[in-house]
């Protein structure tokens, strides 16, 4: 049994769209970590989050889910992605709109395709090509490589490699340029796309 299941779900969804909102107010995903453990031992205390939480766990516990929870799943939700997707995606940057910034028109998502871990998807063109992509920030790039590889591999398709900038960032020329070089060196595409996070329901 999940903690998730522990907590009924109408309290559930509260507590969740509690902590993504004042995420959102905090500028999480620019926030250094000394900031977001202070974040967590916060929440514990917050009366949305910790007081209905702590009913079912120790406070210990409840700490505990919110980080290995929750926002750990922050990024994916804004991206409308992953088990609390519900409570994260509006107007961020959709699958749909990787596939058309990084392929252009007439490319579109094949339904079913998409995931996480990295996040990832195939798409087609109006002739019936297809192209697998894999996605993430430059941090995340060697497992976009593998993934993009494999994909190209297992499924005999192009493999595309897009690197995400959040709002406010740019790749380093230094770090852009040592991407291009693997990407070639594996018959990869590469592609950069500048990405609009969505905010918390």
């Not at 205390?45 to 889910?65: C, F, H, N, Q």
């Not at 990832?120 to 920030?137: F, R």
């Amino acid at each position: 049994m999940t903690r998730d299941t522990l907590v009924p779900e109408a309290q559930l969804a509260d507590v969740v769209t509690a902590l993504y909102e004042d995420a959102n107010a905090r500028n999480w995903s620019h926030l250094p970590p000394r900031d977001r453990s202070q974040a967590y031992s916060a929440w514990v205390e917050d009366p949305r989050v910790g007081a209905i939480l702590t009913k079912y766990m120790s406070p210990e516990a409840a700490r505990a889910w919110i980080k290995d929870g929750p926002m750990k799943e922050y990024a994916r939700a804004l991206r409308g992605m992953g088990r609390y997707a519900k409570f994260g995606n509006s107007g961020g940057t959709t699958t749909q709109d990787i596939v058309g910034a990084a392929l252009g028109e007439g490319w579109a998502l094949v339904e079913g395709t998409d995931g996480i871990k990295p996040f990832h998807a195939q798409a087609v063109n109006q002739d019936g090509a297809l192209a697998y992509l894999a996605w993430d920030e430059a941090r995340n790039f060697k497992n976009l490589v593998w993934a993009a590889l494999r994909a190209s591999v297992d499924l005999g398709v192009a493999g595309h490699v897009v690197v995400t900038e959040p709002p406010g960032t740019a790749t380093a020329r230094e770090a852009a340029d040592a991407h291009a070089a693997i990407t070639k060196r594996c018959g990869l595409v590469l592609h950069y796309v500048r990405e609009q996070l969505g905010s918390a329901r």
